[in-house]
């Protein structure tokens, strides 16, 4: 399908939802004045008309001076707007599917002679009205889960108890961040602000769990400055996520995707994080050593395996504790525990508890979880642990509902 019919028809799809929807509930604003009435279906299909736009902008190049995150604020749009409006046209669908059977039942029995012929079923105001609700509450939802959410950033802590833990180590607190995805972010100030909490706990090591960028290096440019701020006294380390190595992008050759991906890594490097590309680190404190291993991304099913958890291990073998580096959680089950029992806590990130869902004291629920068995928090098998980060950043849609961005704060104990 070319570009051209591709617009046109999604046009055609949005102007029909569009039309439906504005016949249906117009008849709920008749005892308005003019004035209002007017500013309605003026503000109505203002809205409509800037979507169909926003159609043809999106398809045929969105101006160079704007900003990446622009991009996906007309996808998100789009999606919240017709997402919504598709969810309370349900109701009316409902409702003409209702007055369809009713005028058929009074055809037939009028065709019979029992009583007159009806030619019209007139709307249920309640089923208007409640068409209107239904659209309100998935496009209320989702735009506070941008203005709101998408910043509302939150300290995680937790503590594990690890036997073999040397003193020296002992208390230790790692500050995680994963997936920030800097080109998504829309709020430079907030986001220096989700640095700033983390910078006051004064953690002794951070670890960074991947996915720096959506797709391109150049992402990364405006924050460069924002997290060169995150240090720690025995060091930050990270690795890279499936998004860091532009494999969901189009490049003219394998050398510019290449180059792409050199820059992110000297980028991570110039703010004075510690990279670790299937490599491993020997961390002393009093001539006590625990070992840190950072394992490329590796991930079930479709995603990439760059990973290589053998060669990231090697030299680690008589070191009393090891924490590993993997972005996606999948790894976890797949390789680490049936093949290295001796790695006592995983960290990933990832599966960004998938944006949405709810979170209520103990209680944790998301679609994420029917993809990823573990998706978010601490889960332990035997004397191994993971901590899945909720994320930093996001994807996709801006913003967040009910599971908020993340800083965690994971302390070390010896048991």
Same mark, same amino acid.
């Given at each position: 399908?070319?570009?051209?019919?591709?617009?046109?028809?999604?046009?055609?799809?949005?102007?029909?939802?569009?039309?439906?929807?504005?016949?249906?509930?117009?008849?709920?604003?008749?005892?308005?004045?003019?004035?209002?009435?007017?500013?309605?279906?003026?503000?109505?299909?203002?809205?409509?008309?800037?979507?169909?736009?926003?159609?043809?902008?999106?398809?045929?190049?969105?101006?160079?001076?704007?900003?990446?995150?622009?991009?996906?604020?007309?996808?998100?749009?789009?999606?919240?707007? +017709?997402?919504?409006?598709?969810?309370?046209?349900?109701?009316?669908?409902i409702d003409d599917v209702r007055r369809f059977l009713v005028w058929t039942f009074h055809q037939i029995t009028s065709l019979a002679g029992n009583e007159p012929k009806v030619d019209t079923v007139d709307r249920l105001d309640f089923m208007r009205k409640l068409?209107?609700?239904?659209?309100? @509450?998935?496009?209320?939802?989702?735009?506070?889960?941008?203005?709101?959410?998408?910043?509302? +950033? &939150?300290?995680?802590?937790?503590?594990?108890?690890?036997?073999?833990?040397?003193?020296?180590?002992?208390?230790?607190?790692? /500050?995680? %961040?994963?997936?920030?995805?800097?080109?998504?972010?829309?709020?430079?100030?907030? @986001?220096?602000?989700? @640095?700033?909490?983390?910078?006051?706990?004064?953690?002794?090591?951070?670890?960074?769990?991947?996915?720096?960028?959506?797709? $391109?290096?150049?992402?990364?440019?405006?924050?460069?400055?924002?997290?060169?701020?995150?240090?720690?006294?025995?060091?930050?380390?990270?690795?890279?996520?499936?998004?860091?190595?532009?494999? +969901? &992008?189009?490049?003219?050759?394998?050398?510019?995707?290449?180059?792409? %991906?050199?820059?992110? @890594? /000297?980028?991570?490097?110039?703010?004075?994080?510690?990279?670790?590309?299937?490599?491993?680190?020997?961390?002393?404190?009093?001539? $006590? $050593?625990?070992?840190?291993?950072?394992?490329?991304?590796?991930?079930?099913?479709?995603?990439?395996?760059?990973?290589?958890?053998?060669? /990231?291990?090697?030299?680690?073998?008589?070191?009393?504790?090891?924490?590993?580096?993997?972005?996606?959680?999948?790894?976890?089950?797949?390789?680490?525990?049936?093949?290295?029992?001796?790695?006592?806590?995983?960290?990933?990130?990832?599966t960004h508890g998938f944006q949405f869902g709810i979170e209520m004291g103990d209680f944790k629920w998301s679609p994420s979880q029917y993809i990823y068995k573990q998706w978010a928090d601490l889960y332990q098998e035997g004397n191994q642990y993971i901590y899945?980060? &909720?994320?930093?950043?996001?994807?996709?849609?801006?913003?967040?509902?009910?599971?908020?961005?993340?800083?965690?704060?994971? $302390?070390?104990?010896?048991?």
């Open positions: 399908m070319d570009k051209l019919t591709k617009v046109l028809l999604l046009n055609i799809l949005f102007l029909l939802i569009d039309l439906y929807v504005y016949y249906a509930i117009k008849p709920l604003f008749d005892d308005f004045s003019i004035l209002v009435r007017r500013t309605l279906s003026f503000t109505y299909w203002g809205v409509s008309i800037t979507c169909m736009l926003s159609v043809i902008i999106f398809n045929y190049g969105i101006p160079s001076h704007l900003p990446n995150y622009f991009r996906s604020f007309i996808i998100t749009g789009l999606f919240v707007i +017709y997402f919504s409006k598709t969810f309370g046209l349900l109701f009316i669908f068409s209107l609700v239904a659209t309100a @509450v998935p496009l209320s939802v989702m735009s506070f889960g941008i203005v709101s959410g998408a910043h509302d +950033y &939150r300290i995680r802590r937790r503590k594990i108890s690890l036997p073999n833990l040397p003193d020296s180590f002992d208390g230790v607190r790692i /500050a995680q %961040l994963s997936d920030i995805h800097s080109g998504s972010f829309f709020n430079k100030t907030a @986001v220096k602000g989700g @640095v700033d909490m983390l910078l006051r706990e004064k953690p002794d090591m951070v670890f960074f769990t991947g996915d720096l960028v959506n797709n $391109e290096s150049d992402e990364f440019d405006e924050y460069f400055d924002v997290f060169k701020k995150v240090q720690a006294p025995l060091g930050v380390y990270s690795i890279l996520g499936n998004h860091d190595y532009g494999d +969901y &992008r189009y490049w003219p050759s394998n050398w510019k995707k290449q180059q792409n %991906l050199e820059k992110l @890594v /000297a980028a991570q490097k110039q703010m004075g994080w510690d990279i670790l590309l299937n490599e491993n680190r020997s961390i002393k404190v009093n001539n $006590e $050593e625990i070992g840190i291993i950072g394992v490329e991304n590796w991930g079930a099913g479709r995603f990439a395996k760059y990973g290589d958890l053998k060669r /990231a291990y090697e030299g680690m073998e008589h070191l009393p504790v090891k924490l590993l580096l993997s972005h996606d959680p999948s790894h976890w089950d797949a390789q680490v525990r049936p093949d290295f029992p001796d790695i006592d806590v995983t960290f990933s990130g990832h899945v980060n &909720r994320g930093f950043g996001y994807l996709g849609f801006p913003g967040r509902i009910g599971i908020l961005p993340e800083i965690t704060i994971l $302390e070390l104990s010896k048991g």
